[in-house]
């Protein structure tokens, strides 16, 4: 079972940066074999996904946070990370790591959220 544990929220002006990390356990396997992703869900709306990163570290972004959001993991301490830059008002949101065995196709795991606010 793996667990996931996001921190790192809080509040912030538009413009500034944020980096929110999910440190994960209980992966089977190595951390590298562990799909990735960070998802967020503003009041009233559907959770999207905001980026995913491979089990070997190969980011991809959605194109609200390309060019402004960076995913990467530290393999040393099996966790993953997202810097929030030029952070936007609709940035605001409950953000979530999440994931999957690589081999998979769905998120299995997730975690509890960690809050993001972003005023002008």
């Known amino acids: 079972q793996v667990q996931l544990v996001e921190s790192g929220g809080g509040s912030v002006q538009a413009g500034g940066s944020l980096t929110l990390t999910c440190a994960a356990s209980?992966?089977?396997?190595?951390?590298?074999?562990?799909?990735m992703g960070w998802f967020r869900q503003a009041a009233g709306k559907d959770r999207e996904g905001v980026t995913i990163?491979?089990?070997?570290?190969?980011?991809s972004y959605a194109d609200s946070g390309e060019g402004r959001f960076t995913i990467y993991k530290d393999f040393t301490k099996n966790k993953m990370y997202l810097r929030l830059n030029s952070t936007r008002t609709d940035d605001t949101a409950m953000y979530y790591c999440a994931a999957r065995s690589c081999s998979g196709p769905n998120y299995d795991y997730w975690g509890q959220g960690t809050q993001v606010t972003v005023s002008s």
């Open positions: 209980g992966a089977p396997g190595s951390f590298a074999t562990q799909c």
């Open positions: 990163i491979s089990g070997s570290g190969i980011p």
